[in-house]
């Protein structure tokens, strides 16, 4: 959990950092100026919003249990085995199944399941891929992965702010050939380095996510189950307004994806998520 903390603190730091440095680039010290205030609003509304921004992003509505009772007593059963407080629950409108868990800690906490995925899975590998998102929560995984989120989509603002001001000519001054170059640079380099960014933060996290989920839901095999089925509905049709930028927070990548774009996914590849689940379940691991 520590470990988790000071990765956000990293990140923000980067963050303020990096959009500094762009904002010298791009409109020298008035661009500064407005590159801090920018990360200062950025950090605090990552820390405080970003869940709220995500939600409403996919279009989420709360639910309670007259609404669904059996996915909120699901969910209250393995919250309990987990020793966490009962998160808010959320319901997308997606056939596309899929599941992810979002908030600052394990008491302002909520996940997010499709439409889709109720229909999909049976009650035992539901309850696995809920218990997947409960260890998230309890490992703190949440936060960051929301921060990640957040660094991501600046990234891509750096990149879109460069552009422009290649466009306009950026600010003129005696190192405008160095200055062009530094934005080119952003221009090309800032979307691998937001992929780079949220798998250095999701991937060793899954692996966790699963075996943690695995003992909390008590069947490692209906969670391996429901990640094959996930796995081959989400490559046939991606998550509705699914971004780069949020991928990573979802059990299973909610984009289309193959050759080096599977290289570069947020997420570990999902054979050797189920090779590990099975292990557990036959007592290898």
Avoid: C
């Avoid at 309990?80 to 906490?109: C, E, K, W």
């Avoid at 990234?155 to 170059?181: C, E, H, K, P, V």
């Amino acid at each position: 959990m520590i470990n988790n903390s000071l990765k956000t603190v990293f990140f923000m730091t980067l963050l303020t950092v990096l959009l500094v440095l762009a904002g010298n680039l791009i409109g020298g010290q008035m661009g500064m100026i407005f590159a801090l205030v920018l990360a200062i609003a950025m950090n605090f509304g990552s820390y405080w919003f970003s869940d709220k921004i995500v939600l409403k992003m996919y279009r989420a509505q709360e639910i309670d249990r007259s609404s669904a009772p059996q996915l909120f007593d699901m969910v209250a059963e393995l919250a309990q085995r987990a020793s966490l407080p009962m998160p808010r629950i959320y319901v997308i409108n997606d056939q596309t199944p899929n599941a992810f868990a979002t908030g600052r800690n394990p008491d302002h906490a909520a996940v997010a399941v499709t439409t889709g995925i109720t229909r999909l899975l049976t009650t035992e590998e539901l309850a696995g891929v809920m218990a997947h998102e409960l260890a998230h929560i309890k490992n703190r995984d949440i936060l960051i992965g929301t921060i990640a989120a957040t660094f991501a989509g600046a990234i891509t603002l750096l990149a879109n702010m460069a552009q422009w001001a290649l466009i306009f000519g950026g600010r003129s001054s005696d190192d405008d050939n160095g200055g062009i170059i530094g934005s080119l640079l952003m221009i090309f380099l800032a979307p691998i380095a937001a992929t780079l960014v949220q798998m250095a933060v999701s991937r060793s996290r899954e692996y966790v996510a699963d075996a943690d989920g695995a003992k909390i839901a008590r069947n490692p095999l209906a969670l391996a189950s429901a990640l094959g089925k996930l796995s081959q509905m989400n490559a046939i049709k991606p998550v509705d307004h699914a971004t780069p930028n949020t991928a990573h927070m979802f059990i299973v990548s909610p984009l289309l994806g193959g050759g080096l774009a599977k290289l570069f996914s947020t997420h570990p590849p999902i054979e050797e998520r189920i090779s590990r689940l099975k292990a557990i379940a036959n007592g290898r691991a």
